[in-house]
């Protein structure tokens, strides 16, 4: 028990103010209704005293292990982010059509460019996002979410 605040209130202050941390809440005083509502919002556990300091420590590992793996993959993801941004508009609108299986022929002729630009723009983009296949480039643009639209839709050149 927290004097003027309760630890879901606590966790919503945390989560406000941008905090990632691993929160996990330890009672004496268990209830479903708070504890489904703490683990919705992003607890990793929720402990009812009596525990042992194994079972704590188990609870802090596995919770630090969580987090440590969720960091990693956000320091992916912002990587393959920054790399996008690096892409010139032109280069950007080529990458897109190339992740949405357009061949070259194809996206020479959405944009108005002879199939040689676009040989080249792709050739830059394969460089500015450190691929080596177009797999390799799927597979980023499918992990930053530019292949979340399932309409299959073309962007807008």
């Known amino acids: 028990r927290i004097p003027g605040l309760s630890g879901p209130e606590l966790q919503e202050r945390l989560s406000e103010?941008?905090?990632t941390l691993p929160i996990?809440?330890?009672?004496?005083y268990p209830d479903i209704r708070t504890t489904v509502k703490t683990i919705r919002a992003g607890a990793e556990d929720f402990l009812t005293k009596p525990?042992?300091?194994d079972q704590l420590l188990?609870?802090?590992e596995r919770a630090i292990?969580?987090?440590?793996?969720?960091?990693?993959l956000?320091?992916?993801?912002?990587?393959?982010?920054?790399r996008i941004a690096?892409?010139?508009?032109?280069?950007?609108?080529?990458?897109?059509l190339v992740v949405r299986g357009n061949m070259n022929k194809q996206i020479a002729r959405a944009l108005g460019r002879t199939e040689r630009t676009i040989k080249a723009h792709r050739q830059k983009v394969m460089e500015k996002m450190q691929v080596r296949s177009v797999a390799e480039l799927v597979s980023l643009?499918?992990?930053?979410?530019l292949l979340g639209d399932a309409s299959g839709s073309q962007p807008t050149v």
């Open 65 to 72: 292990g969580r987090h440590e793996v969720a960091r990693s």
């Open 51 to 53: 525990l042992s300091s």
């Open 86 to 96: 690096t892409l010139t508009p032109r280069e950007r609108q080529v990458f897109e």
């Open 141 to 145: 643009a499918e992990r930053v979410g």
């Open 74 to 82: 956000k320091s992916k993801l912002d990587a393959v982010r920054s």
């Open 17 to 19: 103010l941008g905090s």
């Open 58 to 60: 188990r609870a802090v």
């Open 24 to 28: 996990i809440f330890l009672t004496g």
